[in-house]
């Protein structure tokens, strides 16, 4: 299986700051990469695929980048609705394999 | 807009079989294209991918639960489902269904937990 590295783990950010998100996979995945939003209690949302495409309705704060095996998710100026866990997802390899998760939390 | 929504029960005995009906609305699961896909995450962990049925009927299932795991659509209620044979406390989780387009996931179910207990 391809194994997905996210980091940090979790972080905490202000108000208005700029956060990344990392994803590493354990091998060249071309673009074939997914990102998710979950808040809790809630199934994740759909927020980019094919490492940069914004999903419909996504708001464009939201940046993806990269390719082959190391992938960034960029929030451009943080608010507290995008208080949530982050999850990458490659979809080039079966089985589908997510990465464990980035939990971002505002200060 | 398409929705998904997860049924069946949510307490399942160890050593029996999970099954779980995901009803489509506003779209048909003989649509084109589409893999509609069982995903589930145990609490407080990460995402786990289970499989999928695809529009044609053929199935792909993750490798781990592949021995345990069935998928089938019924086409004339507008639904697909999960069998999960075996069942220990490691397969209590919040189960989604969801929609998967060969590069995104969306929708996704609500998700219904799932608690594996005698």
């Known amino acids: 299986d391809i194994q997905m590295t996210q980091s940090p783990s979790s972080l905490s950010a202000s108000v208005g700051d700029r956060v990344t998100i990392t994803c590493r996979a354990s091998q060249g995945i071309s673009n074939y990469l997914a990102w998710f939003q979950q808040k809790p209690g809630k199934a994740p949302k759909s927020l980019i695929y094919a490492a940069s495409i914004l999903q419909s309705g996504v708001p464009s704060k939201f940046t993806g980048s990269g390719s082959g095996a190391d992938f960034t998710l960029t929030i451009s100026s943080l608010q507290p609705e995008d208080s949530a866990t982050y999850y990458c997802q490659q979809y080039s390899f079966y089985p589908r394999t997510f990465g464990q998760g980035t939990k971002v939390e505002i200060k | 807009q398409v929705q998904l929504q997860e049924s069946g029960p949510g307490l399942v005995k160890p050593s029996e079989t999970l099954s779980l009906t995901c009803t489509v609305s506003?779209?048909?699961?003989?649509?084109?294209?589409?893999?509609w896909s069982w995903i589930r995450q145990p609490p407080g962990k990460g995402l786990e991918w289970i499989g999928y049925?695809?529009?044609?009927?053929?199935?792909n299932y993750n490798p781990s639960l592949k021995s345990r795991v069935t998928v089938s659509v019924d086409t004339s209620k507008n639904q697909f489902s999960l069998k999960l044979t075996s069942v220990t406390a490691a397969d209590a989780a919040v189960y989604y269904c969801a929609r998967d387009d060969g590069e995104t996931i969306d929708p996704w179910g609500q998700g219904t937990l799932v608690t594996v207990s005698s």
């Open positions: 506003g779209g048909s699961v003989s649509s084109g294209r589409y893999y």
């Open positions: 049925i695809y529009y044609s009927g053929s199935t």
